[in-house]
């Protein structure tokens, strides 16, 4: 079955920096769409960032966040810098296929990963 595992989440102050990585089981890594989702306490979740081919990100994270993949390891990556208290959420690895349009949608994506806690603070 798809297995989704992410790591690399942790506590971190205002201004630094975490890179997330997903490592993909179970699928054929370069036929799917992969992309991260973070959800905060008593908000919804919300798209962040995703990868085809090419890159897409939110608004709140362009420019700061990058998303990149290795499908020789079958890992996705997301670098975050100049990291803010408000990207404080549990980060979520998600997977649909390459052939799907919408990637900024949660319920467009089949697999996803247990999540893993990004705080920062003030």
């Known amino acids: 079955q798809v297995q989704l595992v992410e790591s690399g989440g942790g506590l971190v102050q205002a201004g630094g920096s975490l890179r997330l990585s997903c490592a993909a089981s179970g699928l054929t890594f370069s036929s799917y769409a992969m992309g991260w989702f973070r959800q905060a306490p008593g908000k919804e979740r919300e798209f962040v960032a995703a990868?085809?081919?090419?890159?897409y990100y939110s608004d709140s994270v362009k420019g700061r966040f990058t998303v990149s993949r290795d499908n020789a390891k079958n890992t996705v990556y997301l670098q975050m810098n100049s990291l803010k208290p408000e990207d404080t959420a549990v980060y979520y690895c998600?997977?649909?296929?390459?052939?799907?349009?919408?990637?900024?949608?949660?319920?467009?994506?089949?697999?996803w990963g247990q999540g893993t806690q990004v705080t920062v603070s003030s």
């Open positions: 990868i085809k081919s090419n890159t």
């Open positions: 998600t997977g649909q296929s390459i052939s799907s349009w919408n990637l900024r949608a949660a319920e467009w994506y089949p697999y």
